[in-house]
């Protein structure tokens, strides 16, 4: 079988959902699996697209929530800028959760200075990561706002990274197999600040 031949079988797959359950054993293709923290750092762009990256289904298994949920806060602020800084493996809980709708206009009721006005959403999140030198590991539940539901079912993913700047380059592996992509992050104090979007920030506390 050529090349082409082959990236096309591997694409046919994922796209049937063959590589998508996370925890199947048989999506190890017979090979077993790397121990955690010995996979090498993804390269950003070194594939042409997701298929060529070597799906990892292991990582996603065995991932339990800690941690209490948290309530989501909006402040009427903008984001602080990532700060990036050395990330220490260990595990990690979400312990805060906020999204940042922008300073009021000045003269409004919400004043004219930044983070005058905060509000919980009403969306609830718990959230636990796994870090080693070049694998993250999350589990994460949340109920959406005004939802009576409670939370969702834990959903797990996991991704290899590195640190380039103050941004971690993920290149997700499970669930599903994605291009590397960059994610702000800030170490604050004992913490981990994962930027999710650019309004949107994940606070996590590394366990003792």
Known sequence: ?????????????????????????????????????????????????????????????????????????????????????????????????????GPPPPGSSGGDGEGSTTRLTGRIVQGTLVITPFELRGVEASSEAGADAGLTPPRARAALYRVEGTSLIETEVCPATVLPAGVPFSLVGGGLALFTDATHRLLYVRRP
């Not at 063959?18 to 762009?45: H, V």
């Not at 929530?65 to 948290?70: D, I, N, R």
């Open 1 to 101: 079988m050529n090349v082409r031949a082959f990236l096309s079988t591997v694409a046919a797959l994922l796209a049937t959902g063959a590589l998508a359950a996370c925890g199947d054993a048989s999506m190890t293709a017979g090979a077993p699996a790397p121990e955690a923290g010995t996979t090498p750092q993804p390269e950003a762009g070194s594939g042409p697209d997701a298929a060529t990256i070597t799906p990892r289904p292991d990582l996603c298994a065995d991932l339990a929530l800690g941690g209490k949920p948290v309530s989501e806060l909006e402040l009427a602020s903008n984001a602080p800028p990532p700060l990036g800084g050395e990330i220490a493996p260990g595990a990690y809980d979400l312990v805060e959760a906020n999204v940042y709708s």
